[in-house]
């Protein structure tokens, strides 16, 4: 005998009808069968007694068969209806089939007719609740299917917001807010190391008392996190093992996830539910891969810090440099300030002697000569100063006359050529060529 454990419900007023159907064909199969007599039982226990047949005989005392297909269509009930007629009662069958019947069995019934006709009843009936059950699974898994989807799109939201969000802050707020959504959590925090110290401060925070929350940017200890640092494991914890820790007050399941730069644990992210729920592999694998984010952040934070600090080196150095430059062409300027005066006397000094040359000793002419080519090249050299004076500070620019330069290069050049043999001539027009230098 196989225990079978679909319930039956038999409507029959007959006590020898009933016994066949019930005791002697269906219960020896293991089927449940309650027997009733009447129509106004039969709707009650098929409320109570939720059956997956029903077998009801058309000929009832009181409300007939087809009574109570109204009544049970009426109810809503869906449970397969099995009549039994006597024979020329084939418009009442059809009748019945109208109400919602799903099969007829001719009085006398036969034991191996009842069976049969019962199992194609329940084949029915275990053929739509598998629809259900697959329908429920469908409906579960799309569910789950939008969920997923909506986790990979606030982790691919963070991966946008790490290489794009300038406030850290801000940027801290979003991880946690994605993180307590893809561990689907109640609330969550961040928690970040101060300096090379063992101190975490609280970074950003989700749904937590406002006691709490208000001491954003200080050092708070959770009571756990600072083990799992030590580790430097993922851990997920529930119900009693979790009471030991402080943590407990925020939540009756917890998942700390160390964030680390460099596999060195920098900050943890924490995500707490109230239930006592534990966090699944996929809760854990959505929420390391936000810590993950979070760790490229903090990265990417360190290296602009880097820059930065880098950058107003380089600009300080070059401030130095320019201020070195600046002395130094002012130094320059000074000095040739000062020879200006001096040169300016003999150059004086030189003019006079000149006028006087014919009347001196051929020697004495040989030294004002000299004595007036070596004054041209100091004059020439103190000029250079002041060209490198004016050279350093381009922004004070002055006129020059390019057929001056020109002469001043010809006169440089002209012991040198006339030592070699070699006679320079020139020919300059008379208005001068100026350009700004």
């Known amino acids: 005998m196989?225990?079978?454990?679909?319930?039956?419900?038999?409507?029959?007023?007959?006590?020898?009808?009933?016994?066949?159907?019930?005791?002697?064909?269906?219960?020896?199969?293991?089927?449940?069968?309650?027997?009733v007599g009447d129509t106004s039982r039969a709707i009650q226990d098929a409320v109570r007694f939720s059956p997956d047949v029903v077998l009801a005989n058309l000929n009832l005392p009181g409300l007939s068969g087809k009574d109570m297909l109204v009544a049970l269509g009426f109810q809503g009930i869906e449970t397969p209806v099995i009549v039994i007629a006597e024979e020329g009662q084939e418009g009442d069958v059809i009748q019945a089939f109208r109400l919602?019947?799903?099969?007829?069995?001719?009085?006398?019934?036969?034991?191996?007719?009842?069976?049969?006709?019962?199992?194609?009843?329940?084949?029915?009936?275990r053929e739509r609740a598998e629809r259900k059950r697959l329908a429920k699974q469908l409906e579960k898994t799309n569910l789950e299917l939008k969920r997923r989807v909506r986790e990979l799109t606030t982790v691919f939201g963070i991966g946008k917001a790490v290489t794009s969000v300038t406030d850290q802050n801000a940027l801290f707020r979003k991880i946690v807010d994605g993180?307590?959504?893809?561990?689907?959590?109640d609330k969550g925090w961040l928690l970040l190391r101060h300096g090379e110290s063992k101190i975490y401060t609280l970074s950003a925070c989700k749904n937590l008392p406002k006691s709490i929350a208000s001491k954003v940017g200080q050092t708070w200890d959770d009571g756990i996190s600072s083990l799992v640092a030590l580790s430097g494991e993922t851990l997920s914890i529930h119900g009693n093992p979790l009471t030991r820790f402080k943590i407990s007050r925020l939540g009756s399941a917890a998942l700390i996830v160390p964030v680390k730069v460099q596999k060195e644990v920098v900050g943890l992210l924490v995500a707490v539910r109230e239930a006592s729920k534990p966090f699944s592999p996929s809760n854990q694998t959505m929420l390391e891969a936000v810590a993950d984010y979070a760790s490229i952040a903090l990265m990417n934070a360190r290296l602009f810090n880097a820059l930065e600090k880098r950058a107003h080196s380089l600009q300080r150095a070059m401030e130095r440099s320019k201020e070195s430059d600046q002395v130094k062409a002012q130094i320059l300027q000074n000095v040739?300030?000062?020879?200006?005066?001096?040169?300016?006397?003999?150059?004086?000094?030189v003019d006079l002697l000149l006028e006087t040359l014919?009347?001196?000793?051929?020697?004495h002419q040989e030294s004002v000569r000299l004595l007036e080519k070596h004054l041209a090249q100091i004059s020439r050299v103190v000029g250079a100063l002041g060209g490198l004076q004016t050279a350093s500070a381009p922004?004070?620019?002055?006129?020059?006359?390019?057929?001056?330069?020109?002469?001043?290069?010809?006169?440089?050049?002209?012991?040198a050529a006339q030592k070699n043999l070699v006679e320079l001539l020139s020919e300059f027009q008379h208005d001068p060529l100026l350009v700004r230098a």
């Open 100 to 125: 919602g019947a799903s099969d007829y069995l001719r009085a006398p019934v036969r034991e191996a007719e009842v069976v049969a006709a019962v199992e194609r009843a329940l084949t029915q009936v």
């Open 358 to 363: 014919e009347f001196m000793r051929a020697d």
């Open 2 to 35: 196989v225990a079978k454990k679909e319930r039956i419900l038999l409507v029959e007023s007959d006590p020898e009808v009933s016994d066949l159907i019930a005791r002697q064909a269906l219960r020896p199969l293991g089927y449940q069968v309650r027997v």
């Open 395 to 415: 922004q004070n620019r002055i006129t020059v006359n390019l057929i001056d330069l020109a002469r001043q290069a010809l006169d440089r050049h002209q012991e």
């Open 336 to 349: 040739a300030q000062e020879l200006n005066i001096p040169l300016m006397s003999m150059q004086h000094q």
């Open 179 to 185: 993180g307590v959504f893809v561990a689907d959590a």
